[in-house]
């Protein structure tokens, strides 16, 4: 247990705390040169080490060459000839050897730097998120949009910091190295060949400009889509009652298509700005032959000179090439960091309070306070002015709207006043420690929040967790004991909880027993018995007061059945306080006598008594409780997901690729692409060949200019087709992901509810379908260009190197499949190093999704420390498995190098055996070496790019796992039948079903019953006793079978003329980020014309009129997500009362639709639904006596099963079921 009040720094073991962020330094907006110096200084020595590798292989490549040309002009002797030779290959194998490690050393320190500023990134936006006000929520409406994006700029950023940042600073220094080299062997052949430098320059600017612009509007668009499919994968129930699936799939297609443009763009500039430095690179080798051959014949320069600086010019011009090409792809990181900068930015954090009294008393005050919620300008509250009772129970009562809900807020500091002072023992709230607050008062809202993916066990732990170490500190029997004052024992509190496997009046059972567990001073319940029938809600109400007994407790509620007259009440109308005393006061209060009318008796009901044992409680100072009992754990041991080959996933989603002829087109041209490599190669030789003839005397002034035109029609032709293919292929990726986006968003959308009881968390779905799809897009723009290109030179350069000259082609050919073997095996090595990482970041950011939509609970508990420390907890884990993956990827990288090295020392070495024994000429001996050397550098190309492509198969294997696990659901899909009207309008006949995630667990068992025709039923039963089973049933949420609607067949009905003919007033009403208008019409058929009239009179109707029409901006007023807080609970009801109203409907379901509502607007409902008797079939759950009394027929269920049925007089005087149900007294 935690003995220590001191509040612990989030994050302490790191140092992204005390980073100051930069955000004008974009990409390097997370370093910190006082730290990460060392780091830096290493990586950037060794990539610098390993560039210059390349020109001392350019040097010793020049003087194999000087040596065959001595060889036949000196007449060398033969052996002394090849002593030479092997001694300057074997100086080319070492080279390449150390290199090796230098490459896989520096790699894997630049990935490791790329994982701290990941890391640092990920850190600070958590911290922001637990940090920022309640306010900073209300406000921005498209916050789980942004966090889905960005999680991907971190992962983009991550990229830019580690294996891009490497390669540029290896570039950059090869460069250097290159430049030196090509100055010390001539310097004006040099000044020839980089006189292009300044235009490839330009042109990358240009195009990186043009590719920064496009990925911001892609961003932005993603964030936009990513938000619709949240909204539909956490409120499926909403999205498939209201039709709403087809409104959200037209939205969600418009923005993919909208984003999909976007990309476009970004491939167009990547695309021009690749086939215009591959021309000005070839270019730039040909003006340079040109003129060094110039100087040759003249004797200015030497051949071994020539040769080397025709190697280093061409890898310089490679190199310059390579460099814009990365300062483009860090465009994107460059985007990505301005989108966390934008978030960083947005809205700076309050400052919290210090104070932490030594003791308290309960004492709270409000004076003056006046109020509004920073997304509204209405006011709520009015000058409220009243203290709590200490040690008492305090009751605030009110109707709807009146503001009672937002008093707690104020109170526990989650939104600051306008005016006015809140006190806690004299202290203004904003001066106190945020830990003493939630430590000293515990609020229970009505809609109580669950975490996924733990135990109910573990829920109710939560509730404590701020007084121990970790959840595995909290002794069992202490939560058993919370569980069973909740009248939770009947669950298995071992169970995982998903968001639709507890039903409202168990979540707020759960709710109860975290605050039992918890046992604060002050204990505020925000109409937290809602939910629960009236059995359990009466037993718990004196458990409460046993409990509570001498300690401060505030009651907000609309039910004064339990105030005694001795109790303090505040009564709120209108966001002022009207009156305050004791209650016997104010019996003759027009609230009071408008609840006491509507609650009269006709039945007199006898008091039932329950035995109380008193529960010995408190664990803080009880030695036997302490006494051990240790949970259990169990322990999941998840299989790693087997990844799929690229073309398994390919041809799995070979359907969804809409661009077949235009990607075969671009296949083409990429053959093409790869075709001239050999051609180039073999006029590369020719030109070689030409400079050796120009070395002994001859004339070829002619031949200079002949080749050197052929040589720049083909840089001209590789310049076109590189555009061409690239951008193709990525066009055609990007439409291909665009599919998959839209078809797995169209299936999620045709799932039945036992769907989204899956394992796969909605964030996880999100990040799936938004973000590794951006990954997916290698597959078809890398994979496919890069293996056909391969093959394609690789046949051809080995065919032409056998025709050239068999014997050295057949040692070469012999490392063509040591090369393709060994980037097989480090193929399959990443597979499961990129899976593993994957999975871990999957764990980082579904914990981030779940902190955001519980914030207020985390507060309110002050669970902070708890959260955050699992985490980092997620995060060191994820941490490791990325050093495991920089390990591995350096590797590659380092071995593609040693391969190509290896093979090149022998080819030259054989080579030259042959021409020193006369088998080969010159000419013949460097077309063969030509041809196999650049044969071999582009069959380990292939190595390098393992990383992209192995990230593209886990998102291609993940999003084939989800496409299989959302087959056709005959459920949202099956049906054509229209029915005709008929006297039977609902049938069960004989009905047994259970949920498809507990098949074992029968919650209905043989149902058999028949709502008639505009008669109105009522559903009655204990929470968790199938009534909202019925509901879900009757609206397709589930199949079952012997369910009749108008005598059809359920099953036969169509589906989307039964949503629009059955309409339902759910327990807790869901809005998206809309405006009200929007809202109360969504999912509508644009057939049914609604008029702005019948909207007004259906507000009228539910008592909404006044209010919204007192809002500025009206009917136009946003609501959803954070702003629903803004709304009273019975205010939200009352608005889905007029939605369901509005769809005119032949059946209403009314799900609990007055629990939240004063009596006054309670009585307004009731007799609104009795209004539409005759009008309607009207099928109703609740626990309120006075909704039951107008039912035609009440249906009682116990334990799946229905006990006893008929009209409500006729089963409260049987003294049954009902009766236990509905009794006041306890």
């Not at 936006?125 to 889905?148: A, C, F, Q």
């Not at 932005?220 to 909403?238: E, F, G, H, R």
């Not at 996880?764 to 030179?793: C, G, K, P, W």
């Not at 054989?910 to 077309?927: D, E, T, V």
């Amino acid at each position: 247990m935690k003995e220590d009040i001191e509040e612990k720094e989030p994050f302490p073991e790191t140092d992204a705390d005390d980073l100051e962020v930069d955000t004008t330094k974009n990409v390097f907006m997370f370093v910190k040169l006082s730290k990460d110096w060392p780091i830096l200084l290493v990586g950037g020595a060794l990539m610098s080490a390993s560039a210059a590798a390349t020109p001392m292989n350019t040097y010793l490549y020049g003087k194999i060459m000087g040596k065959l040309s001595e060889f036949y002009v000196d007449d060398t002797p033969y052996n002394s000839f090849i002593s030479e030779i092997g001694k300057l290959c074997g100086v080319l194998i070492a080279v390449d050897g150390a290199k090796m490690i230098v490459v896989w050393m520096g790699m894997f320190t630049w990935l490791k730097f790329g994982e701290i500023q990941q890391k640092r990134a990920r850190v600070q936006v958590y911290n922001k998120i637990l940090k920022e006000p309640t306010s900073w929520y209300d406000l921005n409406t498209n916050l789980m949009g942004d966090m889905t994006q960005v999680n991907r700029c971190i992962e983009e950023l991550r990229s830019g910091n580690a294996e891009i940042m490497a390669n540029i600073v290896q570039t950059f220094a090869l460069v250097i190295a290159l430049v030196v080299m090509c100055f010390y062997q001539s310097w004006s052949i040099t000044l020839i060949v980089l006189a292009g430098a300044p235009i490839m320059a330009v042109i990358g600017w240009y195009f990186g400009r043009l590719t920064y612009r496009a990925q911001e509007q892609e961003n932005d668009y993603t964030s936009q889509a990513s938000k619709i499919l949240d909204w539909c994968l956490v409120n499926p129930t909403m999205v498939r009652i209201f039709n709403g699936k087809y409104v959200e799939l037209a939205k969600f297609n418009d923005i993919v298509n909208a984003s999909a443009k976007s990309y476009y763009r970004v491939a167009n500039a990547i695309a021009a700005n690749t086939g215009a430095l591959k021309f000005m690179t070839l270019m730039m080798f040909v003006q340079g032959f040109w003129f060094g051959n110039y100087l040759l014949q003249r004797g200015s320069i030497s051949i071994d000179q020539l040769f080397t600086t025709f190697s280093s010019a061409l890898m310089l011009g490679q190199t310059i090439s390579g460099i814009t090409e990365y300062l483009a792809v860090l465009n994107t990181a460059h985007a990505a960091a301005g989108k966390i900068a934008k978030y960083l930015q947005m809205d700076e954090q309050v400052e919290e309070g210090k104070i932490y009294p030594a003791y308290t008393v309960g004492k709270i005050q409000l004076n003056n306070v006046t109020f509004k919620y920073p997304s509204r300008d209405e006011i709520i509250l009015k000058g409220v002015s009243f203290e709590v009772q200490e040690n008492r129970f305090n009751y605030i009562i009110g109707k709807s709207g009146a503001g009672k809900s937002t008093i707690p807020l104020v109170l526990m500091n989650l939104y600051s006043t306008l005016s006015g002072s809140v006190e806690y023992d004299g202290v203004p709230i904003q001066h106190l420690d945020p830990k003493y607050l939630a430590q000293n008062i515990t609020l229970l809202q009505q809609n109580p929040v669950m975490f996924n993916n733990k135990t109910i066990l573990e829920n109710i732990a939560v509730g404590a967790i701020d007084d121990y170490d970790s959840l595995d500190d909290i002794p069992r029997t202490l939560i058993e004991e919370a569980a069973k004052f909740a009248l939770l024992q009947d669950l298995d509190l071992d169970a995982k909880v998903t968001g639709l496997s507890l039903s409202g009046g168990q979540q707020q059972r759960v709710s109860i027993a975290r605050a039992y567990l918890k046992n604060s001073p002050v204990l505020i319940m925000d109409e937290s018995f809602s939910a629960l029938d009236n059995q359990n809600k009466q037993i718990l109400f004196q458990r409460i007061k046993n409990w509570r007994q001498g300690r401060t407790t505030i009651f907000i509620t609309h039910e004064y059945d339990n105030i005694e007259g001795d109790d303090f009440v505040v009564i709120m109308e209108h966001g002022q306080v009207t009156n305050q005393g004791k209650f016997a006061n104010f019996m003759n209060n027009e609230v009071i006598q408008n609840y006491k009318a509507q609650n009269y008796e006709d039945v007199k009901e006898p008091e039932i008594v329950v035995k109380e044992t008193k529960l010995d409680y408190d664990y803080k100072t009880n030695p036997y409780i302490l006494k051990d009992l240790e949970a259990q754990e169990e322990d999941d041991k998840e299989e790693e997901e087997q990844i799929m080959g690229v073309l398994s996933i390919l041809k799995y989603c070979s359907s969804s690729i809409n661009t077949k002829w235009l990607l075969m087109l671009g296949v083409i041209i990429a053959l093409l692409e790869g075709a001239a490599s050999p051609v180039f190669s073999f006029c590369f030789s020719k030109l070689l060949s030409i400079s050796m003839e120009a070395s002994m005397g001859t004339n070829v002034t002619r031949d200079i200019l002949v080749w050197s035109c052929i040589a720049l029609a083909i840089a001209a032709f590789t310049g076109i087709t590189a555009y061409l293919s690239e951008f193709i292929l990525h066009f055609c990726s990007e439409n291909w992901i665009v599919s998959l986006r839209q078809l797995s968003f169209n299936k999620i959308n045709n799932q039945d509810m036992s769907f989204f009881n899956s394992k796969m968390e909605p964030a996880e779905i999100t990040t799936l379908l938004m973000n590794d799809t951006r990954d997916l897009r290698s597959l078809v723009s890398l994979y496919i260009s890069l293996a056909s290109t391969l093959v394609t030179m690789v046949l051809i350069g080995i065919i032409w190197s056998i025709v050239s000259g068999w014997k050295l082609a057949l040692v070469g050919i012999a490392f063509v499949p040591l090369v393709l073997s060994v980037t097989f095996a480090y193929g399959m090595i990443l597979e499961s190093a990129e899976n593993k990482y994957k999975s871990r970041v999957v764990d980082v950011e579904t914990h981030l999704h779940q902190t955001i939509t519980s914030i207020k609970t985390i507060r309110l508990f002050h669970m902070q420390n708890y959260f955050t420390e699992t985490y980092e907890a997620s995060l060191s884990s994820l941490t490791s498995v990325g050093t495991y993956r920089a390990f591995q990827t350096g590797i590659g990288f380092a071995i593609s190098d040693l391969c190509s090295a290896i093979a090149q020392g022998i080819i030259l070495f054989y080579g030259m055996q042959l021409a020193g024994k006369m088998q080969y000429s010159y000419l013949q001996l460097l077309q063969v070496i030509t041809l196999l050397t650049f044969t071999l550098a582009n069959a380990s190309l292939l190595i390098n790019q393992l990383p992209e492509i192995a990230r593209g198969q886990r998102a291609g294997t993940f999003v084939v796992k989800l496409l299989e696990s959302t087959p056709i659901s005959k459920v949202e899909t099956e049906g054509k039948l229209i029915p005709r009207s008929s006297d039977t309008a609902i049938a069960f006949d004989n009905v047994s079903f259970a949920y498809p995630s507990k098949p074992h667990e029968p919650k209905l068992k043989n149902i058999t019953f028949e709502v008639n025709h505009n008669e109105t039923v009522g559903l009655v039963g204990e929470s968790g006793s199938g009534k909202s089973t019925i509901v879900s049933i009757l609206l397709r949420l589930y199949g079952a079978n012997s369910v009749r609607l108008y005598d059809e067949d359920i099953s036969e009905v169509d589906v989307d003329w039964l949503r629009e003919t059955i309409s339902i007033v759910p327990q807790f009403p869901k809005f998206f980020d809309g405006s009200i208008y929007d809202n109360l019409l969504y999912g509508m058929n644009p057939v049914k014309i609604v008029s702005q009239h019948e909207v007004i009179n259906v507000l009228k109707l539910v008592g909404m009129y006044d209010f919204i029409a007192s809002l500025p901006e009206g009917i136009q007023t946003c609501i959803g997500e954070g702003t629903n807080s803004l709304v009273s609970g019975g205010q939200l009801q009352r608005l889905s009362i007029a939605r369901a109203l509005l769809r005119k409907p032949k059946v209403l379901i009314f799900d609990e639709c007055t629990s939240n509502l004063d009596p006054v607007n309670t009585r307004q409902i009731i007799e609104l639904i009795e209004s539409f008797n005759g009008k309607y079939t009207i099928l109703f759950i609740t626990h309120d006596k006075e909704m039951m009394r107008i039912a035609d027929n009440l249906i009682v269920l116990k334990d799946g099963k229905i006990a006893e049925q008929g009209s409500f007089l006729q089963l409260m005087s049987d003294q049954g079921e009902l009766t236990k149900i509905t009794k006041s007294s306890v």
